[in-house]
């Protein structure tokens, strides 16, 4: 069985090499609500820009940028004081393909990107989307979320983690897939090719988490407080995985503690969950509520929490990862850890799917070598 499985799966990828292929469309800097922002090419490739039928040149290197603000509900674009005014921008390589470029919101940020743009207007902003490679979004993601100190094990399984929430977790926005917010997944500029980020997502390639046969919207928090727990301990409604809590050994002996202070009001939304949790930190500050593993007393017409982990402590434990990681463990122990009864698909293994049965994540895997490459797939009874 797995032998005909694993034969159907590397005639798969013959016969389609480019079968992980896939983009995904981020929204990009609405944290700064911008009403303007300018465009730049990078140092090696010209930005094609089109707009109300004509098309603009940003040459490589070139300190001309293309500017654009909000205009009543258009876009007003400035191009080397060419001014037009439109209702989208779309910018692109020659071949209308991927491209390097700098975003700015002036006075605020300057952040570098690659793939194609498509700018509009919206409630009085300007929103910039930008269409980019999964895989190099995946890399973005997970330099975005890590500690500089995360060993290579802990930054694959992050990549698989993130890779599997763009695959499945679409569908909370309406222009566009994902933002690149806190809200979805952070996302920075991408990482050099180099980069223990980059070479995390390129050796887990197109590898995601499934549960029945189906990728899911994996999650993960910074540090779990000793136990993850599951989307209904915090309030939230269920997902395609059954989210199992899992004892995490490090968190459990050397628990992140905090102590904080709140009005009762504030406190009272905490009974919400993870939702009445965000709501106090979207109005006192990030780290007003580190997570929703607490006791609470009142003291002097005030509650004070005292609590362990930071984040909703779901899925993946950063923290904990890294400890196993640390120990010698493989980015598929930590997922098998933390993601019981999972198990990792390559994208376009479809094919094979109906020549096995659903496989949990165990210790051993089968290497398959392709294209240069090494895939491991996980055995079956």
């Not at 390097?100 to 300057?110: A, C, M, Q, R, Y």
């Not at 500089?148 to 983690?161: C, F, G, I, M, R």
Request: glycine share 10%; charged share 20%.
């Amino acid at each position: 069985m797995l032998a005909r499985a694993t034969l159907l799966l590397f005639l798969a990828l013959i016969c389609n090499p480019h079968a992980i292929a896939q983009d995904v469309r981020i929204g990009v800097l609405g944290l700064f609500h911008p009403r303007e922002a300018k465009l730049q090419a990078s140092q090696k490739e010209a930005v094609i820009i089109q707009a109300a039928g004509q098309t603009f040149v940003v040459e490589p290197g070139s300190p001309t940028a293309a500017s654009f603000r909000i205009s009543n509900d258009a876009l007003l674009l400035d191009f080397d004081g060419h001014l037009l005014r439109t209702t989208e921008i779309h910018a692109a390589a020659r071949d209308n393909g991927a491209v390097s470029f700098l975003l700015t919101v002036p006075g605020k940020i300057t952040r570098a990107y690659r793939g194609t743009l498509f700018v509009k207007a919206s409630r009085g902003e300007v929103v910039p989307i930008i269409t980019m490679d999964l895989e190099t979004a995946v890399a973005s993601a997970v330099v975005a979320e890590s500690g500089s100190d995360t060993p290579p094990e802990a930054l694959k399984a992050q990549a698989v983690v993130a890779r599997s929430y763009f695959v499945a977790g679409g569908g909370r926005h309406g222009a566009f897939d994902f933002c690149d917010l806190t809200h979805c997944q952070f996302l920075r500029e991408p990482p050099a090719q180099d980069s223990p980020a980059a070479v995390a997502a390129r050796e887990t390639r197109g590898l995601v988490l499934t549960f029945q046969d189906k990728p899911f919207a994996a999650m993960f928090s910074r540090s779990c407080g000793g136990r993850t727990r599951t989307p209904a301990d915090v309030g939230l409604p269920g997902s395609g995985y059954p989210y199992f809590s899992v004892l995490c050994d490090f968190c459990y002996r050397n628990p992140y503690r905090w102590t904080r202070r709140l009005s009762s009001q504030d406190a009272a939304l905490l009974a919400k969950g993870e939702s009445g949790r965000l709501a106090v930190d979207r109005r006192l500050g990030w780290d007003a509520v580190p997570s929703n593993n607490f006791t609470s007393r009142e003291e002097d017409g005030q509650v004070t929490l005292e609590g362990a982990g930071q984040g909703h402590g779901i899925g993946l434990c950063q923290r904990g990862a890294k400890a196993m990681a640390d120990k010698g463990g493989g980015f598929r122990q930590i997922l098998s850890h933390y993601f019981p009864n999972a198990a990792l698909l390559l994208l376009g293994e479809h094919v094979a799917s109906s020549a096995r049965n659903e496989r949990p994540l165990p210790p051993s895997s089968l290497s398959l070598i392709w294209a240069g490459r090494e895939f491991r797939f996980l055995a079956t009874e």
